[in-house]
C-alpha cells in the first residue's frame, strides 16, 4: 500500500479579464478581502488572442496576481465557485464586466479552475475542473498545447511566482 502524502501549500493565482478601469479597481479590492494582500500583480495587457468574450467585454485587458497567504490546492473549487459569483455580482444587464480565472502554482505545476470540460481536464468537483498550464522542471518550463497564449506570453510572472515560493519555503 503506498503512503499518503499530502500537498505542500500552494500561491493562489487569478488571471483577471476586464475593460473598464473602475470594474478592474472594484474587483482588485474584493479579492484582497477575500484573500488577502497581493504578493506580485503583472501588467496589463491587451487580451486580443482570442474574440470569444468581445460580445460581452468588447475589447478586453488582462493581467495576472497573485497572493501572499498560500491555499490548500483542494480548495480550488470553492475558490473558483466564488470567483464566479463574484463575476455575476458585478455583470451590468446580464453580461460580466469581469473574467476571473483562479488557479495556483506549487514548485512542480501551474493550474488553472475550469468550468468547462475537455479532454485534458482532470475533473475536481461540483463542475470544476483543473487545467493544467505549465510544468516547472528545474529550470525549465514544459507549455502544452493546450497552455493558453495568455500564459505563455506571461509566462515569467509564473515563474516569478515560482522563484517566490522556493524563496518563502526557506
Not at 52 to 57: A, K
Request: net charge positive; proline share 2%.
Amino acid at each position: 500500500m503506498s503512503k499518503l502524502m499530502m500537498p505542500e501549500k500552494a500561491v493562489l493565482v487569478m488571471g483577471i479579464m476586464y475593460s473598464d478601469d473602475n470594474v478592474k479597481e472594484k474587483t482588485v479590492n474584493l479579492l484582497v478581502n477575500k484573500f488577502g494582500e497581493i504578493e506580485l500583480e503583472g501588467k496589463s495587457f491587451v487580451f486580443d488572442f482570442t474574440d470569444y468574450y468581445e460580445e460581452e467585454f468588447g475589447k478586453t485587458k488582462k493581467f495576472f496576481i497573485s497572493f501572499k497567504e498560500k491555499i490548500d490546492i483542494g480548495d480550488l473549487v470553492e475558490i473558483k465557485l466564488l470567483t464566479n459569483k463574484l463575476e455575476k455580482e458585478l455583470s451590468k444587464e446580464g453580461k460580466r464586466r469581469v473574467n476571473l480565472d483562479p488557479g495556483y502554482v506549487t514548485k512542480e505545476k501551474s493550474v488553472v479552475a475550469s468550468c468547462k470540460s475537455r479532454p485534458h481536464r482532470i475533473y475536481l468537483d461540483k463542475g470544476v475542473y483543473a487545467h493544467l498550464m505549465f510544468i516547472f522542471k528545474k529550470n525549465d518550463v514544459i507549455s502544452f498545447k493546450w497552455t493558453f497564449e495568455d500564459y505563455l506570453q506571461e509566462k515569467e510572472f509564473f515563474v516569478t511566482v515560482r522563484e517566490r515560493l522556493f524563496l518563502s519555503s526557506k
